[in-house]
């Protein structure tokens, strides 16, 4: 028996120095990768059609970078799937409208249809209806292009820019990134402009029959009595549109521009995301801006900024946005859970560059319902002020608290009335709109993305509700309590959480299960403990976690290729929020992450586990598998060493 007690005791100290020194490497591997003024950055990649966009708006200018193109076709080409198109997220299935971009920015690179890459994308788009059956959105670069009639994308007149508040559609009714693409978008819509395409280039191989003889480009997505309206009301003004008077016309676009120009966002672009800011480009050059004008220089360099960095051996490709304050939000959250002291100053470097771009002086689109608010988030990225995260807030004000809750409390008192006044009517929180929930909107012909709107999710209420929560607020506050109840009813019939900005049930119900653990819920209530048996179900032989962008489609919902290292630390520190930390298979998760960590300090991760649009626009974040693991093995380490059952901080 004195001999079992030894062994074991020999065989828990390995294990504790195994962990020690995986984190410590994981902590050298995450502060090498910090700048010199206390930021983080890592890439973010989407898919084929970020990068396709790019090589076209070069085509629509006739200002080609041939390297640049040269770099960015050879990434499109190796992400080509074995289908023989182009999926929306690593492993994923055929995308018809993503593989149209890619096909088409490939030949305007100049790849011959007749190469084998080249036949094979083009027989599977063809084998799912052609490029006449894709979204709206690449209909709309078609008929930029050319290769599609405009009568094939649905009627947006920019006269709606016109249209008061009170009205059925308006601006402010659809979501910040829709709102920063469409607006732009309306311009050249009215303009109708023809991309310069200097080689000429024709996809008319894409086509099951000739585009200008295709009739039925615009059909009711939803399948419901509002897409039918909208769809009469669609073919309504495409009779009416060449009526409308053209001093009205002209007063749109100036509305427009005004509107844009209000919010160009110097060289960080208009909403900081790279449709929008193409949009803009596009929209400049058709109005005949000097090319030295310094909004359409602004705007160009925004786009350019979104490149990643050509290095040796490795693809170039643009990236969607740029992510500073969420990285570096999470990057500190990870590096304080290992408690090193040594790093504190390190921290503080990283905690003051979040903390100089607090928005307090910028009332924003958001500020339209909630103008007696006073403005107090951050953005998503370096400069984005009209439009401030919900998400990041939380996240910023959580470690700002975490760090120094003395030296930076007037900032997170900032930040935290702003996310209090931004509560939507549920009791929930979206990322950047309160009560955007106009859903009959979804059924409009330009909404067959499925991303026109704003509404309350999950994954950000619980990061509110853990904000509100680790400042003291708890079950008695009643907006908290109202946001507890929102989280209650949003649980799904097996027990997790829909996530909605992260891949995907994983990622809600850990957001949850953290927010109810420190806001004082009783963890071992019935709901919880099927969340849990649930997170259990989902393990893997190999001791982690892993999902599938597919599980966004219901009959997919279960689809797991391969586990991945940040929904593994997901699932670990969820389990670990219901107090849970000695279960077999937190340890086996603890274990899977040791046992894939890369010589550097860090874990490879292939896999999207982000989304911007479920079904739509998926995210591999490059700095996921870097910080939320050492955040996890270091909060096991912690509540081993110190006996506790569960987390005291929200997230």
Same mark, same amino acid.
């Given at each position: 028996?004195?001999? +079992? ?12 120095? +195994?962990?020690?020194? &995986? ?17 983080? /950055?890592? %890439?973010? %990649? ?59 920015? #490939? ?21 799912? !209806? !052609? ?14 292009? $050319? ?58 191989? #894409? ?19 509002? $897409? ?65 004008? @310094? ?24 990236? @969607? ?13 990870? /590096? ?13 470097? $990283? ?58 409390? @007037? ?16 009791? !929930? ?28 999710? &999950? ?8 904000? /509100?929560?680790?400042?003291?607020? $708890? ?14 009813? %949003? +649980? ?6 829909? !996530?909605? *900005? ?42 982690? *976690? ?50 894939? +960590? ?54």
């Amino acid at each position: 028996m004195h001999g +079992q007690q030894n062994n074991h005791q020999v065989r828990y100290t390995k294990f504790d120095i +195994q962990l020690d020194q &995986v984190i410590n490497k994981a902590r050298h591997y995450l502060k090498q990768k910090q700048h010199s003024d206390g930021h983080w /950055l890592y %890439e973010l %990649e989407a898919d084929a059609t970020i990068p396709a966009e790019y090589i076209m708006l070069e085509h629509f200018l006739d200002e080609i970078d041939q390297e640049t193109e040269k770099r960015l076709a050879n990434y499109l080409r190796n992400i080509q799937g074995m289908h023989g198109g182009w999926p929306l997220f690593y492993g994923g299935d055929f995308d018809l409208s993503a593989s149209v971009k890619a096909y088409l920015a #490939l030949r305007l690179v100049g790849d011959d249809p007749n190469e084998a890459h080249m036949k094979k994308a083009r027989l599977a788009i063809l084998e799912h !209806g !052609g490029a006449a059956s894709s979204n709206v959105f690449t209909r709309i670069a078609l008929a930029i292009f $050319g290769q599609v009639p405009w009568r094939a994308v649905p009627s947006m007149p920019v006269e709606v820019i016109l249209l008061p508040r009170w009205f059925p559609f308006h601006i402010s009714k659809i979501a910040y990134w829709s709102r920063t693409v469409v607006v732009p978008l309306l311009v050249l819509m009215a303009l109708k402009p023809r991309a310069r395409n200097p080689r000429r280039v024709k996809i008319d191989e #894409l086509f099951l029959q000739a585009p200008h003889k295709h009739k039925k480009y615009l059909t009711n997505v939803t399948g419901s009595w509002w $897409g039918s309206f909208f769809l009469f009301i669609d073919k309504c003004l495409k009779i009416v549109e060449p009526f409308f008077p053209k001093i009205l016309r002209k007063k749109a676009i100036n509305k427009c521009i005004k509107w844009i120009t209000e919010r160009l966002n110097g060289e960080d672009g208009l909403g900081a995301i790279f449709p929008a800011m193409a949009n803009v480009v596009m929209m400049m050059d058709q109005l005949d801006y000097p090319k030295n004008h @310094p909004d359409f220089v602004n705007a160009k360099e925004a786009v350019l900024k979104l490149l990643t960095i050509p290095e040796e051996g490795k693809d170039q490709y643009c990236q @969607p946005c740029l992510s500073p304050v969420w990285d570096t939000g999470l990057a500190l959250h990870a /590096l304080a859970e290992t408690g090193e002291v040594s790093d504190y100053n390190l921290m503080l470097k $990283g905690a003051d560059w979040l903390k100089d771009r607090q928005i307090t002086d910028l009332y924003g689109d958001w500020s339209l319902k909630r103008p007696h608010v006073k403005p107090g988030g951050w953005a998503f990225q370096y400069n984005n002020p009209h439009y401030p995260d919900v998400d990041d807030t939380a996240v910023v004000a959580m470690i700002l608290n975490r760090l120094d809750s003395k030296l930076y409390h @007037p900032v997170v008192e900032r930040a935290k009335d702003w996310i209090l006044g931004m509560q939507s009517k549920n009791g !929930g929180w979206g990322a950047f709109d309160i009560d955007n929930t106009y859903y009959y909107l979804n059924n409009i012909p330009f909404a067959d993305h499925g991303a026109l709107l704003d509404p309350p999710t &999950v994954d950000v209420s619980a990061r509110c509700v853990s904000m /509100l929560a680790q400042l003291g607020y $708890g079950l008695k506050d009643k907006k908290v309590r109202k946001a507890v109840e929102y989280l209650k009813s %949003e +649980q799904e019939e097996d027990g997790s959480w829909f !996530g909605r *900005w992260g891949t995907n049930y994983i990622y809600g119900t850990w957001s949850v299960l953290c927010a109810l653990n420190i806001v004082g819920e009783d963890m071992n209530k019935p709901y919880i403990k099927k969340s849990v048996a649930w997170l259990l179900s989902r393990q893997n032989e190999d001791g982690g *976690w892993g999902e599938d962008g597919g599980t966004y489609w219901l009959e997919k919902r279960f689809v797991c290729k391969a586990s991945t290292a940040s929904q593994t630390a997901w699932a670990v520190m969820a389990l670990m929020a219901c107090g849970h930390v000695d279960y077999p298979e937190v340890i086996k998760g603890i274990n899977y992450l040791i046992r894939n +960590q890369t010589p550097e300090g860090g874990w490879e991760e292939k896999w999207f586990t982000a989304v911007g649009f479920p079904r739509v626009f998926y995210l591999r974040y490059h700095g996921y598998s870097q910080y939320f693991p050492l955040w996890a093995l270091a909060r096991y380490r912690t509540l081993q060493k110190t006996n506790s059952k569960k987390p005291m901080y929200g997230m």
